[in-house]
């Protein structure tokens, strides 16, 4: 696989049939192949995660999917009126929290399952070609210093539950929130994700451009049974 960071929580993953790209908002892609095929994933409608020029993406691609969470569905008059033709719009399959789907793409087999995300949306997870995938979208272990109990029990619970569901699961890449907003619980989530699941390679993501996040990460103590899967970054390169 061929991984490159784009800006904030999207990367793009080439594969040997297929282009994956996620939760694309601006920023250069790369010049993907045009004998691939491309799908293109946005976890939710906030707008550091989802932004509507990914629809021109089918002027240059024209065997681009895009599969949507289902809050940021556009009715047919909304589409019109924004100007997405309806050949593109054709193209568009919207999916819910805790869904299933699969497609064929380059005649390989592609299973999309998500979960529910403690934000917006959903999170993705991707099988294809014996790899598997896990982005992670807003799914995180939001919880702020100066909340209330009530309100960190309940992200507790809501971002452990859906933890559960894929406890011992295998992943080849994870893309995972590392916010620096959160202050000292920053690496919570990603800490908790990669405790639960078999991972072997994770990209901290949504770092609003402060990468040293990562490095401060791998200083941890809390990081040490898993560090060397962590992957470092600047811009696109790795």
Not at 16 to 35: Q, W
Not at 42 to 58: E, T, V
Not at 82 to 91: C, H, L, M, N, V
Not at 222 to 236: G, T
């Amino acid at each position: 696989m061929k991984i490159t960071y784009i800006h904030h929580s999207s990367f793009s993953v080439e594969t040997l049939g297929a282009i994956f790209l996620f939760d694309y908002v601006s920023g250069e892609l790369p010049s993907f192949p045009k004998e691939k095929e491309l799908i293109v994933f946005a976890s939710h409608r906030h707008s550091d995660h989802f932004d509507r020029s990914i629809f021109r993406l089918a002027e240059e691609y024209p065997s681009v999917r895009f599969i949507l969470s289902k809050d940021i569905r556009m009715s047919e008059n909304y589409r019109k009126r924004i100007g997405i033709p309806e050949e593109t719009a054709s193209k568009i399959t919207y999916i819910g929290k805790n869904q299933k789907l699969s497609c064929l793409v380059n005649g390989q087999p592609l299973f999309v399952e998500t979960l529910a995300s403690t934000d917006e949306g959903v999170a993705f997870l991707l099988e294809y070609e014996g790899k598997s995938l896990y982005h992670a979208g807003d799914l995180n272990w939001w919880t702020w210093i100066g909340e209330t109990d009530q309100e960190y029990q309940d992200m507790t619970r809501r971002f452990q539950a859906e933890m559960e569901k894929i406890k011992g699961r295998h992943f080849d890449v994870a893309f995972v929130p590392l916010d620096p907003r959160q202050e000292e619980r920053y690496f919570w989530g990603l800490d908790y994700f990669m405790r639960i699941t078999d991972t072997d390679a994770v990209f901290p993501m949504h770092v609003w451009g402060d990468f040293s996040v990562i490095d401060r990460l791998c200083s941890a103590p809390e990081s040490e049974p898993y560090r060397e899967k962590i992957q470092k970054y600047h811009s696109n390169i790795f």
